[in-house]
Nanobody
Framework: QVQLEESGGGLVQAGGSLRLSCAASGRTARNYAMGWFRQDPGKERDFVAAISKNGGSTGYADSVKGRFTISRDNAENTVYLQMNNLKPEDTAVYYC????????????????????WGQGTQVTVSS
């Protein structure tokens, strides 16, 4: 089992940037495909971005394409989400997720495909 801890959330004005980090412990992150999801109160958890185990493949929700970038540093057991040109509608709790992956180049975009979740970090974008 891998444990995940997010950091880097906060309050930012529209147009600003934040970088979220997800530190993995317990098992080495290189064995896992990783993803970021976000959730507003009372709503479903939505896919944001995903990265394959080897970092060679990435996927993004249409709403964040061109603004967000997911990356990973397997040596540091950390996955990042760089968020630029933030909008008020990006406000949510952001969750990091991990799942073991047999193949290195597949990324997963559905929350039900992930078994390991962090506690979340709040991102608030003011207009």
């Amino acid at each position: 089992q891998v444990q995940l801890e997010e950091s880097g959330g906060g309050l930012v004005q529209a147009g600003g940037s934040l970088r979220l980090s997800c530190a993995a412990s317990g098992r080495t992150a290189r064995n896992y495909a990783m993803g970021w999801f976000r959730q507003d109160p009372g709503k479903e958890r939505d896919f944001v971005a995903a990265i394959s185990k080897n970092g060679g493949s990435t996927g993004y929700a249409d709403s964040v394409k061109g603004r967000f970038t997911i990356s990973r540093d397997n040596a540091e057991n950390t996955v990042y989400l760089q968020m630029n040109n933030l909008k008020p509608e990006d406000t949510a709790v952001y969750y990091c997720a991990a799942r073991s992956a047999q193949y290195g180049s597949i990324c997963y975009t559905k929350s039900k495909e992930y078994l390991n979740w962090g506690q979340g970090t709040q991102v608030t974008v003011s207009s």
